[in-house]
């Protein structure tokens, strides 16, 4: 699967600026992305859903998907320019019943 997680990352990046408020830029580093199937579709659903949580909580004006591979080892990151949160509370927030789990589901998934 050469290089379809970096393509398939700077569509769902580009859907998100071409449909949301914020700036959504992307950024890679590193070179061979051949990954596992299974490796690139986690990879997108993971990103795709941080983006929507940026879009639904943050007040972003800007946010940044990076992708970079070194050594065999992916990072994933997303960051944005918005109000933040407390980090303290994911494990709450994965607990309650009414909302709050896209971080929850990223952590069930890796």
């Given at each position: 699967m050469p290089a379809e997680p970096v393509i398939s990352a700077r569509g769902?990046?580009?859907?998100?600026?071409?449909q949301e408020e914020p700036r959504f830029v992307m950024s890679v580093d590193g070179d061979d992305w051949k990954l596992e199937n299974s490796v690139g579709i986690l990879?997108?659903?993971?990103?795709?859903?941080?983006?929507?949580?940026?879009?639904?909580?943050?007040?972003?004006?800007?946010?940044?998907?990076?992708l970079e591979k070194k050594e065999g080892e992916v990072t994933l990151s997303v960051t944005d320019d918005g109000k933040?949160?407390?980090?303290?509370?994911?494990e709450t927030i994965g607990r309650q019943t009414r909302g709050g789990f896209g971080l929850f589901s990223i952590k069930q998934r890796l």
């Open positions: 769902l990046v580009k859907r998100f600026d071409d990879l997108y659903r993971i990103a795709r859903e941080l983006l929507s949580n940026v879009v639904k909580h943050a007040e972003a004006n800007l946010v940044e998907l990076r933040g949160f407390d980090p303290g509370t994911l």
